[in-house]
T-cell receptor, first 117, second 113 residues
Framework: AQKVTQAQTEISVVEKEDVTLDCVYE???????LFWYKQPPSGELVFLIR??????QNEISGRYSWNFQKSTSSFNFTITASQVVDSAVYFC??????????????FGKGTKLTVNP | DAMVIQNPRYQVTQFGKPVTLSCSQT?????MYWYQQKSSQAPKLLFH???????NEADTPDNFQSRRPNTSFCFLDIRSPGLGDAAMYLC????????????FGSGTQLSVL
């Protein structure tokens, strides 16, 4: 079974704090992709990052960083020095590559981040 | 400029009255998806088109249909909306299959009265 768990339903921080959003996934596939999407109040999901299962290198993009650990099936997302504009719902998603043509992106339930001034 | 455009942004329909939601894209992507997202929940895939090939998810109700007359446009038809169909409907595209990232529209918020 394919599953993504985002245990944190809501997080509230004060501007400039660092915050980590947790994501744990389950899959039996050896090949898969992991994603993070941001959904601001406007509603549109915005792609943030994609990782394939063979690339465990962590990535940093400005204030954003991602920690992928296959040993713990986790793909956590950290925002450094958070800003009010970071307030959104963040979704972690799994795309198993089963070769059968399924295009299903399995989403976690999302973490609502509120950054207060 | 918006690349995946959904109209209208808000749609109100009556119980049982057919409704159509539209999506267009300027990306020339092969794959178009429809997701349903209920309040405070994750998006749920209803179906997708790979070019003209329609792929329905096993748990998508028969009440939901889709059309893709050309590469740029895709429609979601709800034949007899029920109160439980009130949700945000998100259209997305991707260049191809596999690990391609999705580009989402802003969604259509459907209310059923």
């Amino acid at each position: 079974a394919q599953k993504v768990t985002q245990a944190q339903t809501e997080i509230s921080v004060v501007e400039k704090e660092d915050v980590t959003l947790d994501c744990v996934y389950e899959t039996r596939d050896t090949t898969y992709y992991l994603f993070w999407y941001k959904q601001p109040p406007s509603g549109e999901l915005v792609f943030l990052i994609r990782r394939n299962s063979f690339d465990e290198q962590n990535e940093i993009s400005g204030r954003y960083s991602w920690n992928f650990q296959k040993s713990t099936s986790s793909f956590n997302f950290t925002i450094t020095a958070s800003q009010v504009v970071d307030s959104a719902v963040y979704f972690c998603a799994l795309r198993p590559f089963d070769g059968g043509g399924s295009e299903k992106l399995v989403f976690g339930k999302g973490t609502k981040l509120t950054v207060n001034p | 400029d918006a690349m995946v455009i959904q109209n209208p942004r808000y749609q109100v329909t009556q119980f049982g009255k057919p409704v159509t939601l539209s999506c267009s894209q300027t990306l020339n992507h092969n794959v178009m998806y429809w997701y349903q997202q209920k309040s405070s929940q994750a998006p749920k895939l209803l179906f997708h088109y790979y070019d003209k090939d329609f792929n329905n998810e096993a748990d998508t109700p028969d009440n939901f249909q889709s059309r893709r007359p050309n590469t740029s446009f895709c429609f979601l038809d709800i034949r007899s909306p029920g109160l439980g169909d009130a949700a945000m409907y998100l259209c997305a595209t991707s260049r191809g299959a596999g690990g391609e990232k999705l580009f989402f529209g802003s969604g259509t918020q459907l209310s059923v009265l």
